[in-house]
């Protein structure tokens, strides 16, 4: 609770110097080349799957994302996708088993833009996020394949204050804090041999993600003119 009310202060302390920062700024020209549209891909990521650690797909921080930028302000476009299916044997049940997982995210928002120097720029905004999670597992061989299916979908807002720096006029890093909620829908069912099992009925369930997120995850973005 201590962290969620020291970063909805720092919002609002940014909120209010924004006029301040941009009225003190606006006669110098940023390094920045602001064009019609930038590619944002989360480098941290990438950096993760290369060294053997996975990649990751979280609502925070989500691998690509798209800005409509103006001089002072942009629409962004948020997407995260990941698959996966796997076969193995189940030695205890004595059963093949398939799984697939199937996961997507998106935001939409919009953002002010702050210039504090040249190269540097503070941003601050707000996402709406939507997110779509599916899981299913077969089991073959006992008699009666068996799939349990497993299906979440969520959707939420996103607060959030970032800083990035331009490396050339159309290349620039980024990274950011946000503060994520989501109200997530899930249901559970199982069908055997494509019916209804009567020993274990469909079941759903509620629940609401909350959590702050400091700023992790690195982006490397491109201007397009």
């Not at 962004?76 to 049940?93: H, K, Q, T």
């Amino acid at each position: 609770m201590k962290s969620l009310v020291n970063f909805l202060i720092y919002l609002i302390l940014i909120g209010i110097s924004a006029d301040s920062v941009a009225q003190s700024t606006r006669d110098s020209e940023s390094y920045r080349e602001v064009g019609k549209l930038d590619v944002g891909i989360n480098v941290t990521s990438i950096i993760s799957s290369f060294s053997g650690n996975g990649s990751f797909l979280e609502p925070s921080d989500l691998p690509l994302f798209l800005r409509i930028s103006q001089p002072n302000s942009a629409i962004r476009i948020g997407l995260g996708i990941e698959s996966a299916r796997n076969e193995f044997f189940d030695v205890i049940s004595l059963t093949d088993r398939q799984s697939t997982e199937f996961n997507i995210y998106n935001k939409l928002g919009i953002e002010k833009t702050l210039q504090v120097q040249q190269r540097w720029e503070v941003y601050l905004g707000i996402d709406l996020i939507g997110r779509f999670l599916y899981s299913k597992v077969t089991s073959i061989g006992s008699g009666v394949d068996v799939d349990l299916t497993k299906q979440t979908i969520g959707f939420g807002l996103s607060p959030f204050t970032g800083v990035r720096y331009a490396l050339k006029p159309r290349l620039y890093l980024s990274t950011e804090a946000n503060l994520t909620y989501l109200y997530n829908v899930t249901s559970n069912k199982q069908r055997s041999g494509g019916q209804i099992s009567p020993f274990t009925p469909d079941r759903s369930s509620e629940a609401q993600d909350f959590f702050l997120h400091p700023p992790l995850s690195l982006y490397l973005n491109y201007t397009i003119n």
